[in-house]
C-alpha cells in the first residue's frame, strides 16, 4: 500500500524555516539580502527576470553526483550513473552532468536527441521505456546507443525484426517486474504485478534463452526499476535479491549475463524525513550484485537534481475569508503539478530579510489557475506577506519544469543556473520566460474560416 499523501498527515509536524534552510546546504539566510541559493540572492535574480522562474544550482548537483560516485565506489561497487533525463531534461544541466561521467537513461527520441545535443555520447546512452515506437527504436539503432531496455516480449520480437532488417544488432537487457511494492505513492510505483512495467519474474528465464536465439539480439543482461521517491532500502534490497538470483539462474541454464541496470528511485528529505543516503544504497547494490562480476548501472533523477532546484514566485494579492486566508501567487498548477497530481509537500518559504524572520500563521497557498487542484499548500505556516512579496517553493528541480504546460495561455516560466566559473556572471539564463505569442506562433487558421 502506498505512503498517505504528506500534506494531511499532521502540520504541526512541517519543518520550520529555519530547519527547511538548514537542511538545504545550497541555501542560506542573509540579513539584508534575504534568502540566497549557493551565495546569490533570489531577490536579484527576480528583479533582473521577473517571477515565476525556475532557479538551479550547479555546485548543489555537481556535489551530489560526487557523493554518490563516491559511494558507490567506497563499496567496491564501480557502477555507472546514468541521469533519468525525465527528471529534468535541460540542456545545461545534462552538459554539467556529462561533464561530471553521467550517462543518460531516456525514454524517448525526444530524450535522446536532447542528450546528445548537451554532448553525452551514444555509448553512454541507455533507452528505457514501455512503449518505444518502431521510430525510436530505429534512431537508436542508427544512433550506436549503448542498450536497450525491453519491457515485453512484443517489444523484442518487435526490436529483433528492426535490428535485423538494419543489419544492426541491439544490446538487450530485460527489464524484470519483481512484484515488489516501493511503499510509494500509487502514481510512480513501477515494480508491483499489477504495474505496466516489465517482464513478469517468472517469464523471465525463459524470454532471457529465447532473446539469445533471436537475430539482431545480443542479451547482455538484466533491468529493474521499482519506483520513484522509495524512503526505505527494503524495497531495494529485496528487488536487488531477486535479480541477482535471476542472474545465477540464467548463468546456470548457460546464457551470458554481463550487466545489471539497477534503476533508480532514492527518495529526498521534501519534508526534512529520514531517508536513505547513498552509501545505504551503495550497501544495498553491493550486497546484491558485488560477487556477481557485473556490470552495474543505475539511473537516478530525482535524487540528483531535485534539491538542488526551486521555483521563485511573487505574490499577487493576500484574500481573506473570516479567519482564512488565502496567498495567492504568480506561479501555478502549471509550473508546478505535482502538489496537483501526487498531493506532494514542497517546503515554502519567504525570500524577502523581514519575512523570513517574521512570526508565521497558517495560510493556503495558491496560484491563480481556474482549478480548485491549484494549491501548493493547506494550512500552511507562512509570514504575512505582502503583495509583491517573493517565495521560494523548494525541492522543485526534479519533475517541475519538465512537466509544466501553458495551461489557461499562462507562458512557461524563465529558467536560471547559478554557479558561474571564476570571473563570470554568478548566474545564467538558461532559457528566457516564453513570449506570449510564442504559444500560437506555430498554429494556423483555416482559409475557409475566412
Same mark, same amino acid.
Given at each position: 500500500m502506498a505512503h498517505s499523501p504528506d500534506p494531511s498527515v499532521d502540520p504541526s509536524s512541517d519543518p520550520s524555516v529555519g530547519e527547511l534552510i538548514a537542511a538545504r546546504p545550497m541555501l542560506a539566510r542573509h540579513a539584508m539580502d534575504g534568502l540566497l541559493i549557493e551565495?546569490?540572492?533570489?531577490?536579484?535574480?527576480?528583479?533582473?527576470? /521577473?517571477? $515565476?522562474?525556475?532557479?538551479?544550482? *550547479?555546485?548543489?548537483? =555537481? #556535489?551530489?553526483?560526487? +557523493?554518490?560516485?563516491a559511494a558507490l565506489d567506497a563499496a567496491g561497487l564501480p557502477a555507472h550513473i546514468h541521469f533519468a533525463v525525465k527528471a529534468n531534461d535541460r540542456l545545461a544541466i545534462l552538459r554539467l552532468l556529462g561533464a561530471e561521467g553521467a550517462g543518460a537513461d531516456v525514454v524517448s527520441l525526444g530524450e535522446i536527441a536532447r542528450a546528445r545535443a548537451a554532448g553525452i555520447a551514444p555509448a553512454h546512452i541507455v533507452f528505457s521505456g514501455v512503449g518505444k515506437t518502431p521510430a525510436e527504436l530505429r534512431a537508436a539503432l542508427a544512433a550506436g546507443i549503448a542498450q536497450i531496455n525491453v519491457e515485453s516480449a512484443e517489444?523484442?520480437?518487435?526490436?529483433?525484426?528492426?535490428?535485423?532488417?538494419?543489419?544492426?544488432?541491439?544490446?538487450?537487457?530485460?527489464?524484470?517486474?519483481p512484484d515488489i511494492d516501493a511503499g510509494t505513492h500509487a502514481k510512480i510505483?513501477?515494480?508491483?504485478?499489477?504495474?505496466?512495467? /516489465?517482464? $513478469?519474474?517468472?517469464?523471465?528465464? *525463459?524470454?532471457?534463452? =529465447? #532473446?539469445?536465439?533471436? +537475430?539482431?539480439?545480443?542479451?547482455?543482461?538484466l533491468a529493474v526499476h521499482i519506483g520513484s521517491q522509495i524512503r526505505d532500502l527494503a524495497p531495494f534490497r529485496a528487488a536487488y535479491g531477486r535479480i541477482a538470483a535471476l542472474v545465477r539462474a540464467l548463468r546456470a541454464a548457460g546464457q551470458t549475463v554481463r550487466v545489471v541496470d539497477a534503476g533508480?528511485?532514492?527518495?529526498?528529505?521534501?519534508?526534512?524525513?529520514?531517508?536513505?543516503?547513498?552509501?545505504?544504497?551503495?550497501?544495498?547494490?553491493?550486497?546484491?550484485?558485488?560477487?556477481?562480476?557485473?556490470?552495474?548501472?543505475?539511473?537516478?533523477?530525482?535524487?540528483?537534481?531535485?534539491?538542488?532546484?526551486?521555483?521563485?514566485?511573487?505574490?499577487?494579492?493576500v484574500k481573506r475569508d473570516g479567519d482564512a486566508r488565502f496567498v495567492v501567487l504568480d506561479a501555478a498548477m502549471n509550473d508546478l503539478v505535482?502538489?496537483?497530481?501526487?498531493?506532494?509537500?514542497?517546503?515554502?518559504?519567504?525570500?524577502?530579510? *523581514?519575512?523570513l524572520v517574521a512570526q508565521a500563521s497558517p495560510a493556503d497557498i495558491v496560484g491563480p489557475v481556474c482549478e480548485?487542484?491549484?494549491?501548493?499548500?493547506?494550512?500552511?505556516?507562512?509570514?504575512?506577506?505582502?503583495?509583491?512579496?517573493?517565495?521560494?517553493?523548494?525541492?522543485?528541480?526534479?519533475?517541475?519544469?519538465v512537466m509544466s504546460s501553458a495551461y489557461n495561455a499562462r507562458p512557461h516560466a524563465a529558467e536560471v543556473l547559478v554557479g558561474g566559473a571564476a570571473g563570470n556572471a554568478p548566474w545564467s539564463v538558461i532559457r528566457p520566460r516564453e513570449a506570449l505569442e510564442a504559444q500560437w506562433r506555430d498554429e494556423t487558421i483555416p482559409d475557409w474560416l475566412g
Open positions: 551565495g546569490v540572492p533570489l531577490a536579484a535574480i527576480a528583479a533582473a527576470l /521577473g517571477t $515565476p522562474t525556475w532557479v538551479y544550482g *550547479a555546485g548543489t548537483i =555537481r #556535489a551530489r553526483y560526487r +557523493a554518490l560516485a517489444e523484442l520480437d518487435m526490436l529483433g525484426a528492426i535490428a535485423a532488417g538494419m543489419g544492426r544488432v541491439a544490446k538487450v537487457a530485460l527489464r524484470v517486474n510505483s513501477t515494480g508491483r504485478a499489477r504495474d505496466k512495467f /516489465g517482464i $513478469p519474474y517468472a517469464q523471465a528465464a *525463459a524470454l532471457y534463452a =529465447r #532473446a539469445a536465439g533471436l +537475430a539482431g539480439i545480443e542479451p547482455v543482461g533508480g528511485g532514492l527518495g529526498i528529505p521534501y519534508r526534512n524525513e529520514p531517508v536513505p543516503s547513498p552509501e545505504g544504497l551503495a550497501g544495498a547494490l553491493a550486497g546484491a550484485f558485488g560477487e556477481l562480476d557485473v556490470r552495474v548501472m543505475i539511473e537516478p533523477g530525482r535524487w540528483l537534481v531535485g534539491p538542488a532546484g526551486l521555483l521563485l514566485a511573487s505574490v499577487v494579492l505535482r502538489p496537483a497530481m501526487y498531493e506532494s509537500w514542497h517546503g515554502i518559504i519567504p525570500v524577502g530579510a *523581514a519575512d480548485s487542484g491549484d494549491t501548493f499548500a493547506r494550512d500552511r505556516a507562512l509570514a504575512p506577506v505582502a503583495p509583491g512579496a517573493l517565495v521560494a517553493i523548494l525541492d522543485a528541480g526534479a519533475y517541475g519544469v
